[in-house]
């Protein structure tokens, strides 16, 4: 067993709602999905699930997911006041360890080529501070040191009027990189990046049985390159091949591999919010999150249900 913890490097100063001008909430006016019986384009796990979403709590499944807010407005808010933003680096897989000589830069939306500012490199205790600009909703980091992947988050919402703030990062290992591609069978390419991401509905619960990709499009499915989704095990804490999960379990995370480095790209969460949803074999866009991302990093994202612009 592999204790990855990739849930708790996402946790703190909010998540993902993805795809709008500064990458806060996507446009609530989606078309609809592919059939149920689609297998489409170059992400052949990208295959419609049997049942509707549920929501869970740790293992169990409480109720079918809650998706009350999505297409409804965002509550999101830019920044006011530019914003000292602090914490310690760690490993994603011990957060007692500590990544010394890491950089974090930060930058509004998730434009890579605008980054604000970038940290000092931090010392043996892994704190970093950087200050973030005001005026947006959203932010993203990057976060680079030896022996790591260039690790990305997108979707992070800051307090729009707090001048400091708190933000744990944790950083992927190179070969944490390369064993979780092995454990699918797969070998990690330099060229390519790499994605982990998990949903979550209205109430904030981990969201089963939703199908994810990377799409060239906010609103379409087209998948971005000869990508392919895994799901994360929540038991296990490794991705698992399709024929042992065919969509998110009761840990709502997912990989994607195999995508080319690229300056805009969508990750998207589809799946049936209703017991009518899925007797229409019509899937629906839960989640979508705008990246862009160079060769060779990590992509660690948060999404939350769809929200209108």
Known sequence: MLGIGLAAGLGACGGGGGGGDDDGPADASIPDGPPA???????????????????YDGATRTGDADWTCLGTASGDTPTTVA?????????LQDASREV?????????????????????????????????????????????????????????????????QTLALRMVSTPLANALEAFVGRTHQATEVQIFGELHDCAGAS???????VSGSPTAVEHYGAIATYYLDGVTGQPVRGNQLAATDASGGFFVFGLPATAQAYVQVWGYPTAAD???????LLGVQRIEATADSFVMTSLEPRRAP
Do not use: C, E, K, M
């Open 37 to 55: 019986d689609a297998v489409v384009g170059d992400n052949p796990a990208f295959v419609a699930p049997t049942v509707v979403t549920g929501a």
């Open 83 to 91: 914003v000292t933003v602090g914490g310690v680096v760690s490993d």
């Open 100 to 164: 010394r000589d890491a950089t974090v830069a930060i930058f509004g939306g998730s434009d890579l080529d605008a980054i604000a500012a970038t940290s000092a490199a931090t010392g043996v205790d892994g704190v970093y501070s950087v200050v973030a600009p005001a005026g947006h909703a959203r932010y993203g980091v990057r976060v680079a040191a030896t022996g790591y992947q260039d690790t990305l988050r997108f979707g992070i919402a800051l307090a729009p009027s707090t001048p400091s």
């Open 207 to 213: 969201v089963g049985g939703a199908i994810a990709t």
């Open 278 to 284: 899925l007797a229409a074999a019509q899937l629906v």
